[in-house]
């Protein structure tokens, strides 16, 4: 525990100098994602449809998605991965969403009114009826925000009161309580491996998505195989050392199942 805010502030800025440099490459595979973000921003609301409309209702989400997705990174640089996922739900949201208005844009306005359309919203935008199917991979990314980071980051359940907590008892008489404020640096780089994953998986999704509206769009590649592929051997590297972390992988990073097989 820190006895001074100002301790903690210092702690969390020397921490973001240090993994931004050991990270650099990390961070670099992250910047292919935030410029496709930009460009989609960028496109969509310089560009008219199919139709000859504006869909300018997507801005927001997209701004949304990166804004949330920036100050994600910005958490995990900072080893704090238990508040980078609380951060980055919005950016998840925005997508999700998106795909239930591309599926129909009488949903857009359930949204919008959901006072006024409460069964109605709840069987829209609650648990599985977030999945549409004009974002590609939305169940995957629907159970990654309700299953893993509803349950696992944004509630007080056993599982996040337990994570930087610990406890020894050397003496019968007397017990040492650990606490963390950060995460162990392998957890991290685990954690930063799912972000940079599931990331792409989304804008990815959102991109594909949006060339229904802008043909020009179609060309957009599935770029999450390169995250996959640039770092697939060190994933595998780190779940040998700790089984555990396939799970991370698999659950918070949208990992293709068959990719984290180990073979003897």
């Given at each position: ?5 100002d ?6 800025k ?37 139709h ?99 349950d ?30 950060n ?8 954690h ?34 390169a ?25 918070l ?12």
């Amino acid at each position: 525990m820190f006895d001074k805010l100002d301790s903690y502030g210092e702690f969390l800025k020397q921490k973001r100098g240090l993994l931004s440099d050991h990270f650099a490459a990390q961070v670099n595979t992250y910047r292919e994602t935030d410029r496709l973000l930009a460009g989609l921003f960028r496109f969509v609301g310089e560009t008219r449809d199919i139709h000859g409309n504006t869909q300018m209702s997507f801005l927001p989400f997209l701004f949304l998605m990166q804004r949330q997705a920036r100050n994600a990174l910005d958490s995990l640089l900072a080893s704090l991965g238990y508040q980078a996922w609380v951060i980055l739900r919005p950016a998840i949201e925005s997508a999700l969403i998106m795909g239930k208005w591309m599926d129909d844009p009488h949903n857009a306005e359930v949204w919008k009114d959901r006072d006024n359309h409460g069964k109605e919203y709840m069987k829209l935008y609650w648990g599985k009826g977030l999945i549409s199917n004009a974002l590609s991979h939305s169940g995957t990314i629907q159970k990654v925000l309700s299953r893993i980071i509803n349950d696992d980051f944004v509630h007080t359940n056993y599982e996040y009161f337990r994570r930087h907590c610990g406890a020894v008892q050397d003496d019968p008489n007397s017990v040492l309580l650990l606490f963390r404020s950060n995460d162990a640096i392998t957890t991290l780089e685990v954690h930063l491996i799912s972000f940079l994953h599931l990331t792409r998986v989304v804008a990815c999704g959102v991109g594909q998505m949006l060339s229904a509206l802008f043909p020009q769009l179609a060309e957009l590649d599935d770029s999450s195989g390169a995250v996959r592929y640039e770092y697939r051997s060190r994933l595998l590297e780190l779940i040998k050392a700790e089984p555990e972390n396939r799970d991370i992988a698999l659950t918070l990073g949208a990992w293709p199942n068959k990719d984290l097989q180990i073979t003897k």
